[in-house]
């Protein structure tokens, strides 16, 4: 019988600290370019394409940005 492991992949909580000044400056992005992507932002802003991904699940889940379309043809909408 052969050596066998058991690997067991969970999903990590946020490591980045949640900053206001940071969601601010995605927000901006989005208004200036609703067909902004993720990797356009992380580009502009100079951080982790993984930061900013957290950041848009953030937002989106408090409602503030949405997505309307599809990856390629669609947008994102600035909630108030």
């Given at each position: 019988m052969g050596d066998f492991f058991k690997a067991e992949?969970?999903?990590t909580p946020q490591k980045t600290p949640y900053k206001e000044s940071l969601r601010g400056k995605i927000i901006a992005l989005i208004?200036?370019?609703q067909h902004i992507s993720q990797?356009?932002?992380a580009d502009k802003l100079d951080i982790s394409f993984y930061t900013v991904k957290e950041y848009f699940g953030k937002l989106k889940e408090e409602g503030r940005i949405k997505r309307v379309g599809g990856r390629k043809n669609g947008l994102w909408i600035i909630c108030d």
């Open positions: 992949l969970t999903s208004a200036e370019d990797k356009g932002v």
